[in-house]
Every structure is written in C-alpha cells, then in structure tokens.
C-alpha cells in the first residue's frame, strides 16, 4: 500500500461510516509499514493529528494496538511507535486439497500459532468436514484462553467447482456431493464463528502478497502449482477477486501440447501429472504431499515434469502478458524450494525462446510462501474482511 494508495482510501468517506473507515486504514498502514508514531501515520494517511490520537487510543484500549519504546528527537516531546498487538486477533484457515487438507490458526501479526495436515485419496465433504471440527478442537487447546476469547472467524479455500475434477482424481460416482453440500450450515454445526470462502488459487495469491514477494510488486500475476495449477491477479497492490470470485484462473488458459495439439494449462502443468507418472511405477504417491516435503527419491521423474511444466507456462505467461503489463510473474507451488527454482529458470529459458514482439513479456520470479500458501491465504480471509483494506 503506497502512499497514493492510502490517501485514495481515506477520501470521500461518508460521517457514519469516517470512524471505522479510519480505524481500518489506520491499522492496514500498521500492519504495511510496520510500528509507525502518531505523527507518521498522519503523515501517511491525511488524517489530523488529533483524529489519529484518538483511534490510537482507542484501538489500543481494545487490545488491538500496543506501544512501543519512546524515540526521542532533537525537540519536543518523545513519539511512541505504535504495532499490531499479535493476539489482538486470531483465525483459522483451512485449505481443501485434491490430496490433502491443511489447518492452521494463525494472529493477526500472521504467525501460525498452530497446524495440522491431512492426506487422503479424494476429498469427500464428511471427512473434511471431521477434520475441520477436530482440527479446531486440537488447535483450540493450545491456546490460551484469552487468544481463544480473540478468535474472529474460520476461512476456507477450496477449489471452484471440484466436483468436477472426478474423471482426474479417481474420485467415486458421488463425488458430485459436494455441488450440493451447504458448507455454511456444516461449518456453523462446528463452529458459531463466521465463515469466510475463498477460491484456492486467490487465496495463496493473497498469502503471497501479505507475506511473501508479493510485497515487492505492485501488478503482478501469481502462479501456485499444485495438484491443478491455479493462481491470481495483483493490481495495484490490491488482490482483484472478480464478480465470480475466480479471477486468476490460469488453469484454463489454452497452451500447447506435445504434437501440436492445445490443452487447458491445468493438463500442462500440474503436480497431478507428476503424481500419475510416480504411480504408473508403483511409487509412493503419497510422498508428494506429506510435510515437511523431501523429493529425493522422486529425481528421475521431477526434470521431465520441469520441462513440460516450463514450456506451458512461458506461453501462459505470454498471454497473460499481452492483456495486462504486469511486472512480474510470481511462480509457487506445493513443492520444494529447490523443485520451485528449477521451475522459475526453466520458464525464463523457455519464455525467451518464444516471439514475444510487440511487448515486453513479464519476468517469471520465485514466490516464497510455498507449499502452505492457500492455508495462510484462507486464514487471513476473516481477519483482512473485518480489521484490514485489501
């Protein structure tokens, strides 16, 4: 968030809604800019001095801010930097994968403070269902009780429509179950805290922006590489979700195949090719997911999964090039870093071998979040909905 951005945000702000709208910016330039004095934030945001003392004092008698160490300068009295109070709120994120389902809660400084995985051949609602509520027991219990009073909402980041992925995963005939499943009411049977949904690939586009590379640019498109490949859209340092809440959705871009032929990216790119490869020689496909992630015994299969993988995605990156200027790529996965680097110099290799006259192709970059992202992006859904600008 630049400061044009913020000065954007704090304008035409009707008087019923000024106070909240102020409290919200004042603890998103904290939680941009790190411990900011009164003063600063002033500064940053175009609001009065009295107008920002005020909040400040209010936000850090509700739990949400605490101070710092006076700075003294040359004149006049000391500053006090004023930060996010970690615990001030807390949430649990919930990824939904094609083989496996991640659990955190984290605070509102983004620490996990706690996680747990589990692995299974297909996801049927039931069992995610069981994992979440046993999950959020087991977590429950290592915190303390004034973190648990702090918790403000459960995120959850699935897949759009993954009941249609049954042919791909081997999934059962009532794997369409979950068209009709009410997530709301199941998650309300578990847990009275509000529910926030995301789609996968935007929620570990979000998780890199708050947490990772992401900082770093302001326009950007995210690649995250798991069983399917999805991703996101970064404009103006804001995560752009779409009326459908599936902008991003990079794996239905058209790339070429081996022989000419065209298939959507997600049959180009995605670890579920790798996985098909290890099983059709008996290998423990399993391995592929479990945390912490060590490959090594996968190595004769990984470098022609990096070279199909590289190929589609420099002619992916080419078109997504040609509609938006963006300034980077940002490449993740549910992968070791190691396998990711490969990834990132194999589609630089590839990007420039393709004619790109007429624009200046984005440059594929490494994320750095990595295999946990879609987690962290649900999680972080309740807490950017209530305390932060997007």
Request: proline residues 6%.
């Amino acid at each position: 968030m630049d400061l044009g951005e913020i000065r954007k945000l704090s304008d035409g702000v009707n008087q019923l809604g000024a106070r909240a709208h102020n409290e919200r910016l004042i603890l998103s330039v904290i939680q941009r800019h790190g411990a900011l004095p009164g003063r600063d934030i002033a500064g940053l945001t175009g609001l009065s001095a009295q107008t920002v003392s005020n909040i400040l004092r209010k936000l850090e008698t509700e739990g949400f801010l605490q101070r710092g160490t006076p700075q003294r300068g040359r004149v006049g009295k000391p500053s006090v930097p004023m930060s996010i109070r970690p615990d001030a709120a807390l949430s649990f994120g919930l990824k939904i994968g094609r083989r496996s389902a991640d659990l955190v809660v984290m605070n509102l400084a983004g620490e996990v403070l706690g996680a747990s995985q589990s692995t299974y051949r297909y996801p049927m609602p039931d069992e995610i269902f069981a994992i979440l509520e046993q999950g959020i027991a087991d977590l429950s219990r290592a915190l303390s009780p004034y973190q648990r009073s702090r918790l403000c909402g459960i995120g959850i980041a699935a897949p759009s429509e993954i009941w249609s992925w049954t042919e791909v995963l081997g999934a059962p005939q009532d794997f369409s179950v979950w068209r009709d499943t009410d997530v709301s009411g199941a998650v309300a049977r578990i847990s009275p805290l509000p529910l926030f949904t995301e789609n996968d690939g935007t929620a570990a586009t979000r998780a890199e922006h708050v947490f990772g590379r992401g900082r770093a640019f302001s326009d950007y498109a995210h690649f995250f590489i798991g069983s399917f490949i999805g991703g996101g859209v970064v404009l103006n340092s804001t995560v752009m979700v779409g009326a459908q809440k599936n902008a991003g959705a990079f794996g239905s871009l058209r790339v070429p195949a081996p022989g000419g032929a065209e298939v959507p990216l997600l049959d180009a790119a995605s670890l579920y090719l790798l996985e098909a490869a290890l099983a059709a020689e008996g290998l423990d496909t399993a391995a592929l997911w479990r945390m912490p992630q060590d490959w090594s015994a996968f190595e004769r299969h990984i470098d022609p999964w990096i070279v199909t993988t590289a190929r589609a995605l420099a002619h992916a990156i080419r078109s997504i090039g040609s509609v938006l200027d963006f300034e980077a790529v940002l490449i993740d996965g549910a992968m070791p870093a190691a396998v990711r680097d490969r990834v990132v110099a194999r589609t630089r290799e590839e990007l420039a071998r393709l004619d790109t006259r007429g624009m200046i192709p984005p440059r594929p970059e490494a994320g750095s979040v990595g295999a946990n992202a879609r987690a962290l992006g649900a999680a972080i859904a309740p807490i950017y909905a209530q305390y932060f600008f997007q």
